[in-house]
């Protein structure tokens, strides 16, 4: 937001930036420069495991072809659409700073997808985790809605 706010209403900013020794332009450099360390951290520690996590309740058979399909196919996939929409919308509008806000309001709403993605994948992860612990109940011969203690013995002298 800030990485915008910069490229597109920079003027009310000139002076304050002055004061600063900085330029609108450069200042636009090294809020993006933090925001790709930002957003390469997030990914790393982040995005990935969460991502490796869809993969814990399916079956191994499942898992192996699932983790393929992604990433052979839908990930590359993926950052080829983003760079042909941005390259359509740059030739579309003449240039990188006319498409900005589009882009923005793009990335809005990509971002606003995955978010509903990841609660939807939450919701299917926890309705089969829940599943699975009546299943392991049922096994070990209790009825659900039947109360139950764990004991530990850790502490148990023996």
Known sequence: MI???LV???GPLTP???T???TPLMAAVL???AQNVFSKSAKYSLFDPCKEMAYIPLDRETQLKGKAAIDVVCNPLGKSGGALIQQAMIVGFGSLAASTP???VILGIIVFAWLKAAGSLSKQFAEL???EQKAKL???GLKPGQKYQFVSKVNEQV
């Open 3 to 5: 990485f915008f706010g």
């Open 102 to 104: 589009y882009l923005g």
């Open 16 to 18: 304050w930036l002055a």
């Open 31 to 33: 809020v993006g420069g």
């Open 138 to 140: 049922a096994e070990e």
């Open 129 to 131: 985790e829940i599943k």
């Open 20 to 22: 600063l020794g900085l």
């Open 8 to 10: 597109l209403g920079s």
